[in-house]
């Protein structure tokens, strides 16, 4: 019962982050969209259908929850802040494996927007 209240607060919280995501290009709107699907559709029907039907999800995730395919804009939005996020991290980072595993992570995050995910036009 907790978990489910967990759920939604971080569902609640992803959601607006998102939305503030919208507004600034700084903040990618995609990644905190997919969080609050995911922990609405586990812990409350009534919000998973609400968020699904508003325009924000409409518009930045429909496609991708649907056809698995992004926008290009989308995309290069989200690789270029979490990848410089990643890098960050790497900079900071003292131990040679952890920069390796996140350099390994940045290429896999690469490949997988790339070729797994279709592009699509706006």
Do not use: D
């Not at 569902?11 to 969080?35: C, D, E, N, Q």
């Amino acid at each position: 019962m907790l978990v489910k209240y967990i759920l939604i607060v971080v569902g609640i919280i992803a959601t607006i982050l998102g939305a503030i995501g919208v507004m600034l290009p700084v903040l990618p709107t995609t990644p905190f969209l997919l969080l609050a699907t995911v922990c609405f559709a586990k812990s409350s029907k009534r919000f998973h259908q609400w968020l699904v039907n508003t325009k924000m999800y409409k518009k930045h995730m429909e496609s991708f929850v649907k056809s698995r395919s992004m926008t290009l804009k989308s995309k290069i939005c989200i690789l270029s802040i979490a990848s410089s996020m990643l890098l960050l991290a790497a900079y900071f980072m003292k131990s040679m494996h952890l920069r390796i595993f996140i350099f390994c992570l940045i290429f896999f995050k690469y490949y997988y927007f790339i070729f797994k995910i279709k592009t699509i036009r706006e």
